[in-house]
C-alpha cells in the first residue's frame, strides 16, 4: 500500500471521527435541503405552472444538486477550522504525505454526503418524486453528483486554507447559498432576461441538474441553450473534472507551504 493510500485513509477516519464527534454542521446542511423541499414544493409548487411537469419532481434534483455545491461551504469550514487552530501545523510535522490531508477531507465529505442524501430522496418519495430513468441512468446520475460534490468541496478546501479566520470562512461559506439562484435548480431558464440566462446555463449547477433531471426521468434535455445545459451529461463531468484539476492541486499546494 502506498504512503499516499495509507496516509490518506487515516484522515478520512480522522475525518469521519470528526463529523462523528461534531455533526451539526453535517444535519444543518441535509435538513435545510429538506425544509427547502417542503416550502418550495408546497408553498410555491401550486403558483409555478410548467405544462406537462410537476414541480416537485422538477425541483428535488435541483436540490440534490445545491447540496451537493453546498460541499463549497462546508469543505471551507473545516479546511478553515484546521488550519487555524494549528492542526495544519501538526500535520505538516508528521510523516504524512501533503497530498492525503486535502484528499482525506474531501473524501470524507463523498462518504458523509452520499449517506445523508438519503433522507432527501426519501421525503422526495414522499412528496410525489419518482424515478423513471433505468437503474444505469440512476447509477450515472448518483455518480455525477458525487463527483460534483468532490469538485465544490475541493474548491471550499483551497478557499479555507486561503481565508485569514474562521469568522471570515463563515461568512464566504454563507454567500455561497447564491450560487444555486442564478441556475436552474429552482427555475427553468427560458424565461429568464437573455443575459441573466446566459449567466444561469454556464453555471455548473446548472449542467449538473440538468443531467440528473434527464437521468432520473424528470425533465427532457432543453433543445435549445448554452452548451452546458443542452449536453448536460458531458457538461457536467467537463465542468467537474475541471474544477477538481484546478482547485485540488491548488489545495494541496496551499497546505504544504503552510502560509496564511
Do not use: K
Not at 425544509?35 to 422538477?58: C, D, I, K, Q, T
Amino acid at each position: 500500500m502506498s504512503t499516499l493510500t495509507y496516509d490518506g485513509m487515516a484522515m478520512v477516519g480522522r475525518q469521519l471521527r470528526r463529523v462523528r464527534n461534531s455533526p451539526g454542521l453535517a444535519v444543518l446542511t441535509q435538513v435545510m435541503p429538506i425544509n427547502m423541499l417542503l416550502f418550495f414544493g408546497y408553498v410555491f409548487g401550486s403558483a409555478l405552472a410548467m405544462p406537462g411537469r410537476e414541480y416537485r419532481s422538477f425541483l428535488v434534483p435541483g436540490l440534490l444538486v445545491a447540496t451537493a455545491a453546498g460541499g463549497i461551504m462546508t469543505g471551507m469550514f473545516q479546511a478553515a477550522a484546521d488550519s487555524h487552530r494549528g492542526v495544519m501545523d501538526r500535520f505538516r510535522t508528521m510523516p504524512v504525505s501533503r497530498a492525503a490531508v486535502p484528499l482525506g477531507q474531501g473524501v470524507a465529505d463523498l462518504v458523509v454526503t452520499a449517506i445523508g442524501t438519503v433522507p432527501l430522496l426519501l421525503v422526495g418519495l414522499a412528496v410525489g418524486w419518482r424515478i423513471h430513468g433505468s437503474a444505469l441512468e440512476v447509477a450515472g446520475a448518483v455518480g455525477l453528483l458525487l463527483l460534483f460534490r468532490f469538485a465544490c468541496t475541493s474548491i471550499g478546501i483551497f478557499l479555507g486554507l486561503l481565508t485569514r479566520s474562521e469568522d471570515a470562512a463563515g461568512q464566504l461559506g454563507a454567500s455561497t447559498f447564491v450560487l444555486p439562484l442564478l441556475s436552474n435548480a429552482y427555475i427553468p431558464t427560458d424565461g429568464l432576461a437573455g443575459w441573466l440566462r446566459t449567466l444561469a446555463e454556464w453555471n455548473p449547477i446548472s449542467a449538473v441538474t440538468t443531467a440528473l433531471r434527464d437521468l432520473f426521468g424528470n425533465a427532457p434535455v432543453p433543445a435549445d441553450g448554452a452548451w452546458p445545459v443542452t449536453h448536460p451529461v458531458a457538461g457536467s463531468l467537463v465542468w467537474s473534472v475541471a474544477l477538481i484539476a484546478v482547485f485540488m492541486p491548488l489545495a494541496v499546494r496551499r497546505y504544504a507551504r503552510g502560509e496564511r
